[in-house]
């Protein structure tokens, strides 16, 4: 719920300043933020209005962010952050040309929104750059381009093809490559997209960078993917696990850290370690391990992401890592000849996860990590499903949580990534997620009928 008019605290004198000059090749500048789920939400005004809003910003409504209302946060104020905006490179269906940009969410104090996940993960980068430490941050989105198929299902695959396969039908390839020459317009560097396992799925990669930036992106991809899919007469669909016979959709996180003073010094990397791997590295990658619980509530923050989480499905349901096994949840990646490629990659979240709240949390463990000098347990190069649970316990490797109550109270119990996330954010995730459990609870399933009518 948008509130009223901008607030005009001073006069849009700039007319011909730089960001003002951004907008005069569009109609109508959407002004974007995320709420606390992650869903990317929107205030558009004609491109006339810019300098305006740009100087005195929006009032917003604190539950549209929140996602309940609550009266000690129902004025906030949207302020754009000129340097984020980006020019759609696709036109509306009447023509109109249209500009994006982040906003940051104040207060009324206009201090930085406690529970806006920019400002999240803004601090989390701060505290990690005190520490003389750049996060820099990737991610390959898998996601399915379906048709329409039958009533209450998200639809069918759109091709046949399986991992890597050149498609005979380039129906489903021309949607990745709209979205590749999309995003490229938007000044992102595509790197490249291929077909995934299944049926219909893909994945695009765009060139990793620092965190804000990173997680901005992945929102807008997703975005682009949509609209792009939509034009061709097909949905792209990033849901954990839209398909029941299918695998599930990952979200794969890449991670290292650089040294602030040093420019492009990889802090992760060792070149006299058997796995290229920096102390700084192993005590950072421990401090993630001991809170992987806490992070799976913000990597896999559904009900249906627990769907794809379980055993012998292709996706890791162990607190393990290795240097060359991929069924593992945390993955050591990069080549020992090239330093500032060793880098962490996390391989249990998936795409209905907040970003930046991710991020965020992951920054965290990193810090507890190496200020307790946790010590790393020993590599898993062997699939963790298929280790006895006698094996699993000698070599202390523990399970993720299986379900969304689980990831929730690890959250809550985990004062670090609480910390990270603040009181307001923290509490805002775990109370929406837990209304999604609880709303689970309270349907009647196709399934249910059929097992139980008639047999019970």
């Given at each position: 719920?948008?509130?009223?008019?901008p607030?005009?605290?001073?006069?849009?004198?700039?007319t011909?300043?730089?960001?003002?000059r951004?907008v005069?090749?569009?109609?109508?500048?959407?002004?974007?933020?995320?709420?606390?789920?992650?869903?990317?939400?929107?205030?558009?005004?004609?491109?006339?209005?810019w300098?305006?809003?740009?100087?005195?910003?929006?009032?917003?409504?604190?539950?549209?962010?929140l996602?309940?209302?609550?009266?000690?946060?129902?004025d906030?104020?949207?302020v754009?952050?000129?340097?984020?905006?980006?020019?759609?490179?696709?036109?509306?269906?009447?023509?109109?040309?249209?500009?994006?940009?982040?906003?940051?969410?104040?207060?009324?104090?206009?201090?930085p929104?406690?529970a806006?996940?920019?400002a999240?993960?803004?601090?989390?980068?701060?505290?990690s750059?005190?520490?003389?430490?750049?996060?820099v941050?990737?991610?390959?989105?898998?996601?399915?381009?379906?048709?329409?198929?039958?009533?209450?299902?998200a639809?069918?695959p759109?091709?046949?093809?399986?991992?890597?396969?050149v498609?005979?039908?380039?129906?489903?390839?021309?949607?990745c490559?709209?979205?590749?020459?999309?995003l490229t317009?938007?000044?992102?560097?595509?790197?490249g997209?291929?077909?995934?396992?299944c049926?219909?799925?893909?994945?695009l990669?765009?060139?990793?960078?620092?965190?804000?930036?990173?997680?901005?992106?992945?929102?807008?991809?997703?975005?682009?993917?949509?609209?792009?899919?939509?034009r061709?007469?097909?949905?792209?669909?990033?849901?954990?696990?839209p398909?029941?016979?299918l695998?599930g959709?990952?979200?794969?996180v890449?991670?290292?850290?650089?040294?602030?003073?040093?420019s492009?010094?990889?802090?992760?990397?060792?070149?006299?370690d058997?796995?290229?791997?920096?102390?700084?590295?192993?005590?950072?990658?421990?401090?993630?391990?001991?809170?992987?619980?806490?992070?799976?509530?913000l990597?896999?923050?559904?009900v249906n992401?627990?769907?794809?989480?379980?055993?012998?499905?292709?996706?890791?349901?162990h607190?393990?890592w290795?240097?060359?096994?991929?069924?593992?949840?945390?993955?050591?990646?990069?080549d020992?000849?090239?330093?500032?490629?060793v880098?962490?990659?996390?391989?249990?979240?998936d795409?209905?996860?907040?970003?930046?709240l991710?991020?965020?949390?992951?920054?965290?463990?990193f810090?507890?990590?190496?200020d307790?000098?946790?010590?790393l347990s020993?590599?898993?190069?062997?699939?963790?499903d298929?280790?006895?649970?006698?094996a699993?316990?000698?070599?202390?490797?523990?399970?993720?949580?299986?379900?969304l109550?689980?990831?929730?109270r690890?959250l809550e119990?985990d004062?670090t990534i609480?910390?990270?996330?603040?009181?307001l954010a923290?509490?805002a995730?775990?109370?929406?997620?837990?209304?999604?459990?609880?709303a689970?609870?309270?349907?009647?399933t196709p399934w249910?009928?059929?097992?139980?009518a008639?047999?019970?």
């Amino acid at each position: 719920m948008t509130a009223s008019s901008p607030k005009t605290t001073s006069s849009p004198t700039a007319t011909s300043s730089p960001d003002t000059r951004l907008v005069q090749d569009v109609d109508f500048v959407q002004l974007l933020f995320t709420d606390i789920a992650g869903r990317l939400k929107t205030l558009e005004i004609p491109a006339a209005r810019w300098a305006e809003v740009r100087d005195g910003g929006w009032t917003l409504d604190g539950s549209v962010l929140l996602g309940y209302g609550d009266p000690e946060h129902s004025d906030l104020r949207l302020v754009p952050d000129p340097s984020t905006y980006v020019r759609r490179p696709w036109t509306t269906v009447s023509g109109r040309t249209v500009g994006m940009v982040f906003c940051d969410v104040l207060d009324t104090a206009g201090r930085p929104f406690a529970a806006d996940p920019r400002a999240v993960l803004r601090q989390a980068v701060r505290a990690s750059e005190a520490r003389g430490q750049r996060p820099v941050f990737g991610v390959e989105a898998e996601f399915y381009l379906l048709r329409p198929g039958a009533p209450g299902s998200a639809g069918e695959p759109a091709d046949g093809a399986g991992y890597w396969d050149v498609s005979v039908d380039e129906e489903a390839d021309e949607v990745c490559r709209d979205i590749a020459e999309a995003l490229t317009a938007m000044d992102f560097t595509v790197d490249g997209h291929h077909h995934e396992v299944c049926a219909g799925q893909r994945e695009l990669v765009f060139r990793h960078g620092d965190a804000l930036a990173t997680a901005d992106r992945l929102l807008l991809l997703k975005h682009t993917a949509r609209v792009m899919a939509r034009r061709r007469g097909m949905s792209a669909v990033f849901m954990p696990k839209p398909l029941a016979h299918l695998y599930g959709n990952a979200l794969h996180v890449h991670v290292s850290l650089e040294s602030t003073e040093a420019s492009s010094t990889a802090l992760f990397h060792d070149g006299t370690d058997a796995d290229g791997m920096s102390a700084l590295f192993r005590g950072s990658l421990a401090g993630v391990l001991d809170h992987a619980p806490a992070l799976t509530a913000l990597g896999n923050p559904t009900v249906n992401s627990y769907k794809r989480l379980v055993p012998a499905s292709g996706t890791p349901v162990h607190r393990s890592w290795a240097r060359h096994n991929r069924s593992t949840a945390f993955k050591v990646v990069g080549d020992n000849a090239v330093p500032r490629s060793v880098r962490l990659e996390m391989r249990s979240p998936d795409p209905a996860a907040n970003p930046h709240l991710l991020f965020a949390g992951v920054l965290a463990a990193f810090a507890d990590g190496q200020d307790r000098g946790l010590k790393l347990s020993e590599a898993c190069e062997e699939p963790a499903d298929l280790l006895t649970p006698d094996a699993l316990a000698t070599r202390g490797i523990l399970p993720l949580p299986t379900d969304l109550p689980s990831a929730l109270r690890a959250l809550e119990e985990d004062g670090t990534i609480r910390g990270a996330l603040g009181e307001l954010a923290a509490d805002a995730l775990v109370r929406n997620s837990a209304a999604d459990w609880a709303a689970w609870h309270r349907l009647v399933t196709p399934w249910e009928i059929e097992r139980y009518a008639e047999s019970v």
